[in-house]
């Protein structure tokens, strides 16, 4: 049996996501994936299309992160404040949760790597976008 390289016009499981080039043995490309429309032979107008917005999807995420990586790098170091209304013993009403920092920050939520932060006090919250990583204090008061 002879293998031989498709392009996936769509995510099949166990073997890859849409626009990946795989190699296969040849009856289940011939008999099974191009008949279904799971996949292409590399010459195929359809699967150059699929290649072409791949590379397309993956030079814009790479200019996103390269913009995020900037944006979240001012932020190295700095220190917000939440003032929260706080019961007699000092427990906040709610929690502080990511949304909420990505909102004061003016960032997307999934930069941000932190459980909701329940009570009063000083926290280190991570921020990541890519490879860049960046610590930010995020402190929580009670209102006056």
């Not at 008999?31 to 030079?59: H, S, V």
């Not at 992160?65 to 917000?80: Q, V």
């Not at 404040?81 to 009403?93: D, E, L, Q, R, T």
Request: hydrophobic share 40%; charged share 35%; glycine share 6%.
């Amino acid at each position: 049996m002879k293998n031989m390289k498709i392009v996936l016009l769509q995510n099949v499981p166990n073997l890859g996501t849409s626009g990946a080039i795989v190699e296969v043995k040849e009856g289940y490309a011939r008999n099974f994936l191009i008949p279904k429309a799971m996949a292409a032979l590399r010459q195929d107008p359809k699967a150059q299309q699929i290649l072409y917005d791949t590379a397309q999807k993956k030079k814009e995420q790479h200019l996103k992160e390269g913009e995020n990586g900037k944006i979240i790098a001012d932020l190295d170091g700095k220190e917000i404040v939440f003032k929260v209304k706080a019961n007699k013993k000092g427990k906040p009403y709610f929690s502080i949760k990511p949304a909420d920092i990505a909102k004061k920050l003016k960032i997307d939520e999934h930069f941000i790597e932190s459980t909701p932060l329940e009570d009063l006090g000083e926290y280190e919250v991570v921020i990541k976008a890519g490879s860049s990583e960046v610590k930010l204090k995020v402190k929580i008061e009670p209102e006056k």
